[in-house]
């Protein structure tokens, strides 16, 4: 799973930094116990740190964060992955980059030293991610299309910070904030609560396809979507519609099999993980393993289904 935390402070030192670095990070440990990594540095009146708990998928030699670019101005914490970072990679490589690890990490960073903001847009995979860039004073912090990786985040006159999950923010303040009336609101009408809004009035969700640019020098915030959703129809048959199905699905299930550990499936009994199963099984040479949670409750068990 992994998770990312960080903090921009105008009122904390390096060494504050770090020990809120290393108790947010204590808070999310779970999501990632194989590996921790953690980011400081003092510029322009600001102290910035950034944080990650890992739990190890690709590269799992090479892959440790924070990553950097070349003269280190550039430096990235990252929770997910990257289903076309090998594709992506290789085109980088075309150009002359030059890259130290395996990791789809990196080909975020190399991409995003190259293009910019724009290269966001070419990733397809689950993430969230934070850039700190000191050339241009600015922190980017980016959701996948889906909003599959959770970040949240806050700001305060003299603080700014964002994690994967709400306990790590919430832990840092010097006082449990207030309720959310809107949070609550639609967590009754929905029983979840959509972003930006959480349970916790001035603590935001950032919404799925979308990053934040934070400036440094300013202190502001934009928030921008990545990929802009077109909505275009094919004029497909049925059986020609069925058959893009099909190949789409298995072009997902392909990217979404690279690891440099096993992979497993877990059967709920439903449909789409059959789907899930059935196509990993035949893209595999080997056995698939395929783990179900059955409960004693006859009505809440599906282990006959899987």
């Known amino acids: 799973m992994c998770g990312i935390n960080g903090i921009v402070s105008t009122i ?3 060494s504050e930094i770090q020990d809120a670095l290393r108790s947010m990070n204590q808070l999310i440990v779970h999501r990632g116990p194989d590996e921790d990594g953690y980011f400081e540095s003092f510029h322009r009146n600001n102290t910035i ?16 964060q924070p990553i950097y670019n070349s003269d280190q101005s550039i430096v990235i914490v990252f929770n997910g992955e990257i289903y076309n970072y090998q594709e992506l990679r290789a085109g980088l490589e075309r150009e002359g980059i030059k890259f130290i690890t395996q990791s789809d990490t990196e080909v975020i960073l190399k991409l995003y030293e190259t293009k910019g903001e724009s290269s966001f847009e070419s990733l397809d995979g689950m993430y969230a991610f934070s850039i700190y860039d000191k050339n241009k004073n600015k922190i980017l912090i ?19 910070m964002w994690a994967s999950e709400l306990k790590s923010i ?3 303040l010097d006082h449990k904030p207030e ?13 979840y609560i959509p ?5 916790y009035k001035n603590v935001y969700k950032l919404n799925a396809n ?19 959703i077109s909505h275009n129809k094919l004029g497909l048959s049925i059986d020609n519609a069925k058959a893009k199905l099909h190949d789409l699905i298995m072009k997902s299930i392909e990217s979404r099999s690279v690891s440099d550990v096993p992979i497993g499936t877990f059967l709920s009994g439903g449909v789409d993980s059959s789907i899930v199963s059935l196509g990993l099984s035949q893209l595999s040479d080997q056995r698939i393993d395929t783990f179900s949670i059955g409960f004693d409750k006859a009505s809440f068990d599906e282990t006959d289904k899987s």
């Open 210 to 228: 979308h990053y934040i640019s934070y400036d440094l020098e300013s202190q502001t915030l934009h928030i921008q979507e990545i990929c802009k």
């Open 49 to 64: 740190g950034m944080a990650m708990q890992r739990l190890s998928i690709i590269d799992l030699n090479t892959g440790k």
């Open 170 to 172: 919430i832990a840092q």
């Open 195 to 199: 972003a930006p809004y959480t349970i």
């Open 179 to 191: 309720l959310s009336t809107n949070g609550l609101n639609l967590f009754f009408q929905l029983t």
């Open 142 to 160: 980016a959701r996948d299309f889906f909003g599959e990786k959770p970040l949240y985040y806050y700001q305060s006159n003299q603080e700014f």
């Open 12 to 14: 904390k030192d390096r």
